[in-house]
């Protein structure tokens, strides 16, 4: 099993369930999560439906995970809504339990992290340690190859969502001129 992602998992489902999707903190790597997100995203279903089905869904995925799973409900009028505030993190996060997809893709959309750095006030030494750092050294994978990223411009590199934490880590121990933006493309 990997982090991100049940593999092999066998979960009963109605028809009615358009989507169950990991995100949170166990979909991104470097974090140790407390507990596993779960969103079941039905169509067109009464909310004491959407709940029991969700209830019965969780009971199969407590068998999979070592935490504690938290699961919500949503048709998709109310995954919308904007007082839905697990909402960015299930679009931009978020890794279907049924097809191993980014969620985003269902909607034509590809979520990406750019970082945007400056390495204007960094002593020699530290810009080559950075640019080891993304592009590697001796034969070593930097962190752009290792976790499928790239050098967007100069001073912008792009990553998947769930390397987020990964790269900041790294980064912050060079340099911490940098910010975080989140983007989505069409596809």
């Known amino acids: 099993m990997q982090k991100r992602l049940l593999k092999n998992a066998e979960l009963n489902y109605s ?6 999707v990991q995100f949170g903190s166990s979909v991104i790597e470097g974090k140790e999560p407390r507990d596993i997100d779960i969103a079941v995203i039905f169509d067109k279903l009464p909310v004491k439906e959407q709940l029991e089905e969700a209830q019965i869904i969780k009971k199969q995925l407590k068998s999979y995970f070592d935490k504690e799973v938290h699961i919500n409900a949503f048709d998709l009028c109310s995954f919308f809504d904007e007082g839905n505030f697990s909402r960015e993190s299930i679009l931009f ?10 969620f985003s893709e269902k909607f034509g959309l590809d979520s990406k992290i750019q970082i945007i750095y400056s390495l ?44 987020e934490e990964i790269f900041i880590n ?18």
Do not use: C, Q
């Not at 028809?15 to 169950?20: A, C, F, G, N, Y």
């Not at 996060?93 to 980014?102: A, T």
């Not at 050294?137 to 930097?142: A, E, L």
């Open 15 to 20: 028809k009615r369930v358009l989507d169950i």
């Open 93 to 102: 996060y978020g890794i279907s339990l049924i097809d191993g997809s980014k």
């Open 120 to 163: 204007e006030d960094l002593h020699k030494r530290d810009k080559i340690r950075f640019n080891y750092l993304l592009s590697g050294k001796s034969g070593k994978y930097g962190l752009l190859r290792k976790y499928n990223g790239y050098l967007l411009a100069p001073g912008v590199i792009e990553i998947p969502p769930g390397m």
């Open 170 to 187: 790294e980064i912050r121990k060079i340099t911490s001129k940098f910010k975080v933006k989140k983007v989505f493309y069409t596809k």
